[in-house]
């Protein structure tokens, strides 16, 4: 505060910037922080007609003592470690094998290529796949027929669909997610990399003492802040679930949507939304933390 | 400075349209509106974004003809109910919408969001002579809830099979659940199609049990009025209960077991969602499947001859098992109309919409079918479905309400626009579903399900039923793939029910009807 006394906060300068800034202002406060308030639906009875009561914590405890509300916790909780297993490392390892290709136009089809999947909605990508896998037409059943095997019905086997998903997730978001870290290898300083190779370090040794360390902070920045959407599964899973892998695909997300918003019972469904927010919170703030000593200069992402 | 100027105009003006924009679709004119009629569909010339310039013309054309604007809000099919709650929440739905069943209206009286209709209608003598008459209302607490869309005998599911397959095979139509598995396991296993590939199935399904239904039926282990659950109303015991206890549940399970282990049964049955169903029978490679009578018998045969041109169906109505009597169920009313609260004018809605469509014949005509001269035109006394100039399909339908009595078959035949042959055909086609429905009702293996007998009455029903479905399919995926035998598959069934509370509603449905208990003293109920 020290630093800004005397000096003017409205300059010329500044007001344009300001007035830029303005609409993504008011879209966060109209969207983001208006509402705010209706959290307090979860520790009240409030149903389609409006506000009856207060309950307080009432809500939290009948959706607590629910049978199936754990088992979408604990599922949940498997596809989140899924993810940060293969999802979040898959694209710095595609990166680091993309970077490594020297034929230029062979290194951008590829990435052009694995990019696409991402903006194709997941309702489209799990009727892509159903068809894919289906048991009766699909074309990996049909290698395994011609091959003399006996159809897999993937999508009827509970132990199978957090792997398949993870694969699909894979598959997905690994072309996007790459540009980010081919982004931070392109900062690498060249020379360290030809320092490495008067010093005889071959390519696994420069990949892991110099690409990876000039990664670090782009993967703590990332790592970090995907923590705070790290338990919203909803679209994905409920177009990809169906009544025989239930067990293993019910998550917090369908679960809340089954619950409170097909029943309309509102203060369930903000009582579960209410609690994710906390545990992501917390995770970021956790993550947040860590990152603190783990980067070079001592300071958080955050 | 001048940037700073723009910027700021910029940012005040778009504001300003806005509002603007919205002020300049009032109307000046101080002549007398007409009564507004708010309604709520999911097939109302389609599907939402189907003929949007035949909706709207439909809309003005009602109001010019009638002198009553329909304010129309349109809900996709989808997710129909849980977007209808959200919009009574945020005050954007008022007047009269429709709902799909008694649940739904037991839920919007639980929540205070709907008006009891008896102050408002009790002098109409239409009211009294087409609603009450029929018993066509739904009630509750003594007080009068929801009218219903129509008044038919349509609502019936029956077994359609492919009789050309049955013909080609030397078998008849199966009426018992021995002859269902005879007949899948050689529209299996037989070629029935002739291309001398193993490429048929016997029997499709959907959503799991929704399309199977008959064959838990037939075991004396009804399903409820949807097939999603086992907690039904029986005529046999009058009371509701739970048809997972029932020593019949285990053969059924068997029974859906063996026509899944070996490949009788298509096995994506339980993923398959109602489209995929249909396109399964329409591709000619399926024999057979559980459902509305007049898909089967009526709408599918020209789909299916596209792909296979000598296709004919035939339907059962009642498959036999160990039930021989009141084996399926006949819905007589449709789904339901409600007022909502803060309807403005609620007397004046309820009653224009009664004397509209339930007395006025070219009001009840265009709301079931849509502009006269466009999608329908008289012929006589009969109601010509007309057809699209363009792909000649039959014209979608306003689908408002439902067939009454006062305007039904019999005095009204519905045909379909082309030769009289056509005609005559369509009209034998509702002859014989009517003369199905008859026989079953004179041999009793059909019965007739009220308003009041096929939806629980039990807020502690509402208050499970999401996890009680959930379990149920657990229990049907796992026995049926052999996962779980029967008898443990029920165990698990039973202990999660315990969990729930599951006797206590069931308790509760016989308590709102005055029945007596679901459980009875014999061998055939046990408590959870």
């Known amino acids: ?302 | 400075m001048r940037k700073i100027l723009a910027l700021l105009a910029v940012l005040l003006l778009l504001p300003g349209l806005a509002v603007t924009a919205k002020g300049t679709g009032e109307k000046t004119a101080t002549a007398k509106e007409p009564i507004e009629i708010g309604m709520s569909e999911f097939q109302f010339m389609g599907d939402v974004s189907d003929w949007p310039d035949l909706k709207a013309e439909y809309l003005k054309e009602f109001e010019k003809k009638f002198g009553v604007r329909i304010k129309m809000n349109l809900i996709p099919r989808n997710n129909y109910m849980e977007k209808l709650y959200l919009m009574i929440s945020t005050g954007e739905l008022t007047g009269m919408i429709r709902v799909f069943g008694a649940q739904d209206v037991l839920k919007c009286i639980d929540d205070g969001t709907i008006l009891p209709l008896d102050e408002y209608v009790k002098d109409n003598p239409v009211y009294q002579k087409e609603f009450v008459g029929y018993d066509n209302t739904m009630t509750s607490d003594g007080r009068t809830w929801g009218l219903f869309a129509g008044y038919a005998r349509s609502g019936i599911f029956a077994r359609m099979w492919r009789k050309d397959w049955l013909d080609k095979l030397g078998l008849k139509a199966p009426e018992t659940v021995e002859e269902l598995y005879t007949a899948a396991k050689l529209m299996t296993e037989n070629d029935p199609d002739g291309n001398g590939k193993k490429d048929t199935v016997g029997l499709t399904s959907a959503s799991g049990t929704w399309c199977i239904g008959d064959v838990f039926h037939a075991y004396d282990a009804r399903l409820n009025d949807t097939q999603s659950n086992s907690i039904t109303w029986d005529p046999v015991e009058n009371a509701w209960g739970d048809s997972m206890l029932k020593p019949g549940m285990v053969d059924a399970l068997k029974m859906m077991n063996a026509l899944y282990k070996n490949g009788y049964l298509d096995n994506e049955f339980f993923t398959n969602k109602g489209s995929n169903m249909r396109d399964k029978i329409i591709s000619g490679k399926y024999g057979s499947t559980y459902y509305w009578m007049h898909w089967g018998l009526r709408d599918a045969p020209p789909m299916i001859q596209k792909n296979v041109p000598t296709a004919t169906t035939t339907a059962v109505a009642a498959l036999k098992g160990t039930r021989t009597t009141l084996i399926n169920h006949i819905v007589s009313n449709g789904v339901l109309h409600v007022l909502v609260k803060g309807t403005k004018n609620p007397k004046e809605v309820v009653n224009s919409f009664i004397n509209l469509f339930y007395d006025n014949k070219d009001a009840h005509f265009w709301g079931r079918f849509g502009i006269e001269g466009k999608n329908w035109k008289w012929d006589g006394n009969k109601v010509v479905q007309m057809k699209d100039p363009k792909t000649g399909n039959l014209m979608p339908t306003s689908g408002l309400i439902d067939t009454h009595p006062k305007f039904g078959f019999a005095k009204y035949p519905v045909v379909p626009e082309g030769s009289a042959d056509d005609q005559a055909k369509a009209i034998a086609m509702q002859n014989l579903m009517d003369k199905i429905m008859d026989d079953g009702l004179a041999d009793q293996s059909l019965f007739n399900v009220t308003n009041l007998y096929d939806n629980p009455r039990s807020p502690k029903y509402n208050a499970i039923v999401a996890d009680l479905e959930r379990i149920f399919n657990e229990v049907i995926v796992k026995a049926t793939t052999g996962e779980l035998s029967p008898e443990n598959a029920i165990k698990y069934y039973r202990d999660n029910m315990r969990k729930l509370g599951t006797a206590a509603a069931i308790e509760e449905m016989n308590a709102a009807l005055g029945l007596a208990t679901g459980r009875k003293a014999d061998t055939k109920w046990k408590n959870y």
Do not use: C
């Open chain 1, 1 to 302: 505060m020290s630093s800004l006394r005397g000096r003017r906060v409205f300059t010329q300068t500044n007001i344009t910037l300001y007035l830029m800034f303005l609409p993504a202002f008011l879209f966060f406060l109209i969207f983001a922080y208006l509402p705010m308030p209706g959290i307090l639906i979860a520790f009240a009875d409030y149903r389609v007609s409006g506000f009856k009561k207060w309950v307080g914590l009432e809500n939290f405890r009948y959706i607590f003592q629910l049978p199936f509300f754990w088992e979408a916790f604990g599922n949940t909780w498997r596809f989140v470690i899924l993810r940060y297993l293969f999802t979040f490392p898959a694209p710095i390892l595609f990166a680091l094998l993309l970077n490594e290709v020297r034929l230029k136009a062979f290194q951008k089809t590829v990435q052009t290529v694995s990019t696409l999947p991402h903006f194709i909605s997941w309702v489209v990508i799990a009727g892509i796949w159903s068809t894919i896998l289906s048991p009766n037409s699909g074309y990996v059943n049909n290698v395994i027929k011609a091959l003399g095997g006996t159809p897999i019905f993937f999508f009827s086997k509970p132990s199978l669909f957090p792997w398949l998903f993870t694969g699909i997730s894979v598959w997905k978001e690994v072309g996007y997610s790459t540009i980010i870290y081919l982004a931070a290898l392109a900062g690498i300083n060249p020379e360290l990399y030809e320092s490495a190779v008067i010093d005889g370090a071959g390519r696994f040794k420069q990949s892991l003492y110099i690409t990876l360390p000039g990664l670090a902070q782009t993967i703590l920045v990332v790592f970090v802040l995907s923590f705070s959407g790290v338990l919203n599964l909803f679209e994905p899973i409920y177009v990809l679930q169906n009544q025989m892998i239930i067990s293993t695909s019910e998550v917090l997300d369908t679960y809340t949507y089954k619950l409170g918003i097909v029943q309309a019972k509102y203060p369930l469904a903000t009582a579960v939304g209410f609690f994710k927010s906390t545990i992501a919170l917390v995770l970021v703030l956790a993550a947040n933390f860590v990152s603190r000593h783990v980067t070079e200069d001592k300071q958080s992402i955050l």
